[in-house]
């Protein structure tokens, strides 16, 4: 039914792709070097020249992806993140991602809390990162309302931009009546 040349022709047909997949198969491993593997080193708490140097000596590249929110557990411009993390593997020319540590918190407009009461006022201080410090009283008759904001002892307007984290003073209503003296009433 089938020929002798057909039968050696599908031979060596099936021989060529053989061949060829092999062939394929170790070009595959030479180009994407298989079985090469380098740990990735441990690049927190360095600053990104070291750590550019650090991923140059091991024909490793850096990228930074974001400077996160200021983490005070780590010094300022330090990396506080890495993708692939450390101790894992990977091959030469890879591209480290990097978190950067920002030089400080960020600066934030103060709300007007002025005439708000304490329970309104401290929350929305504390939810945009200020610190509540010292809190005075005055003769007022609205209690425990906010009548001035201070900041390192100087009289704070909103409006003004501060850094996260600033201790914020509040100067609030004791409730009682102001007193007035013969002079105030001339």
């Given at each position: ?7 050696i022709q599908v031979v060596l047909a099936v021989v060529l792709v053989f061949v060829l997949c092999l062939g394929y198969l170790y ?160």
């Amino acid at each position: 039914m089938f020929t002798k040349t057909f039968w050696i022709q599908v031979v060596l047909a099936v021989v060529l792709v053989f061949v060829l997949c092999l062939g394929y198969l170790y070009w595959l491993d030479w180009y994407t070097n298989h079985d090469q593997r380098i740990e990735v080193p441990s690049l927190e708490k360095l600053t990104l020249s070291q750590a550019n140097t650090e991923l140059e000596e091991l024909d490793l590249r850096s990228k930074v992806i974001d400077s996160s929110g200021f983490n005070p557990e780590f010094p300022p411009t330090t990396i506080i993140e890495q993708n692939p993390k450390a101790g894992k593997f990977v091959k030469e020319n890879r591209q480290i991602y990097l978190k950067v540590n920002p030089s400080g918190y960020g600066m934030v407009t103060v709300p007007n809390v002025i005439y708000k009461t304490k329970r309104q006022a401290i929350p929305t201080l504390q939810s945009l990162g200020f610190e509540i410090g010292e809190i005075t009283y005055k003769p007022n008759y609205a209690e425990d309302t906010v009548l001035e904001m201070r900041y390192k002892g100087e009289v704070l307007e909103s409006g003004t931009q501060l850094r996260k984290t600033s201790v914020i003073d509040l100067v609030l209503a004791d409730g009682k009546r102001p007193v007035t003296t013969p002079e105030d009433s001339k």
